[in-house]
């Protein structure tokens, strides 16, 4: 095992556990914001305007990591890389703040054009939130700015940390500032929230020089390199999110509660690739980077293979547990409060669509970085382009025969499209992949997978319910014996990828 891989697993292994924390602190956040205000036209209007800020943000963001990254790393242990860094802060900010300042300039014309089927007070409400929450989009730039230079840096730990912040303070406000303000307080909550994750940041960045003499070169080489790379990035960049506005925007049409059924539904959906490919793809990236820069193609495949071969041993059977067990966990982790039964059998339903794009959502983003570690950001942009266009015909499809789930579900069948096309893509340009290892180890985890969920969909019948405290142990019990049960048959079916895992942690207990 390479010292390079042995760094990755490590800082993996640290950033999954910041990443779990994280993610499970925003799980009670939700549960806060459906808790006090349930599936209504309000809380809507709030899922529906907070995409907004997250879609721009995560372009942005793509952008910084994408095109700032790989340059910056060249200039950061040169006396002008602090210059480069300065000057790209400044660049950032002032776009940020021209952007902010036009969308509230514009805010119902923007609400009409993103939620074509709110009328009346519900279109008022989204209008009035809009204008409230669209200044976190400043704060959230800035704050993708300040983990890309850390990154740089190889620090991994206070990039993670931010959220921590961001939630604890929307929690607050949902369940206090809610109950007196309404949702408006959670509003103001939620940009105070996201202001924190820039500010939490800054002091680790400062350490850095980067803001010593405030040194600006706007003809740096650097920034010129940037330019290249950015447009593309900027318009193939937040994937993810531009399919979760597509799914909102159809979810406006249908019945009061629909986007935020959609949204619960969402954020289950995206946990397991907002834990461990984001884990990985933060640690992973850069290395690709680094490997293509030293024209190290050969462990540039190698280490692009083994990504893929963990992705599909993680999330293969996530897939098949998130479908057979979605009514317990939505039941588990939203209903209570304002948020009912009937509130949960509808989360349910699309969780179900969502959850069987898992694997190739993961495989679909570390592709995407795999080109633009490779300094290529005109092709994922192009294919995510056609993909998305290809959601909104599926969700146009779909809605009128299958409801709020029809969406979930064209979501799913246009990743499936995306995933498959840009791994076509990628073996065109570099070449042979792995492609057997590849299959061999996605048929050794499908049986592994279907074995489990087999016997996780008959214990399922053993869950009593009752209260948080029983409803989480009878689960948890059922989950953990049901991981368990696949790792050993992984073991048993020597899937590499386990045992290349259970090795290096050998290797690092015997230390």
Known sequence: MSENNKTILKW?????????????????????????????????????????????????????????????????????????????????????????????????????LVAPGFEGEKFQIAVELARVILPSLIFMGLGGWCSGILHTKRNFVIPAIPAYSSNLIIIFTALLFGLQFGIMGLAWGTVVGFASQFLVQLPAVAKHNVFKDWKLDWRHPGLKKMAVVLPPVLLGGAAIEIKTLVDRMFGSLLPDGSITWLAVANRIYLLPNGILILALLTVLYPTLVELNVEKKMAEFKKTFREGVGLIVVLMLPMMVGLVILRVPVVRLLFERGEFGAVDTAATAYPLALYSISLMPLGIMLLIKRTFFALLDTKTPMYFMIFTEALNILLNYLLIGPLGHGGIALGTSL?????????????????????????????????VAAGIMGLVVFWGQRFLTGGGFVRQAMELGALIGFGAALYFALAYALKVRELDVALEMVRRRLKR
């Open 414 to 446: 246009a990743v499936y499209v995306g995933a498959g096309g840009m791994a076509y893509l990628l073996w065109r340009k570099i070449g042979m992949l792995g492609g057997r290892r590849i299959f061999d180890t996605f048929v050794k985890s499908a």
């Open 12 to 112: 993996t292994g640290i950033v999954t556990v910041l990443l779990v924390v994280s993610r499970l602190l925003g799980f009670v956040r939700e549960s806060a914001i459906t808790f006090r205000f349930g599936a209504t036209l309000e809380t809507d209007a709030y899922y529906l305007v907070m995409v907004l800020p997250q879609v721009l943000f995560l372009a942005f963001n793509d952008a910084i990591k994408t095109a700032f990254i790989p340059v910056y790393g060249e200039y950061h242990k040169r006396e002008d890389g602090a210059t480069l860094a300065a000057t790209a802060f400044v660049i950032l900010a002032v776009s940020l703040i021209i952007v902010t300042a036009g969308l509230i300039l514009f805010a119902p014309w923007v609400v009409r």
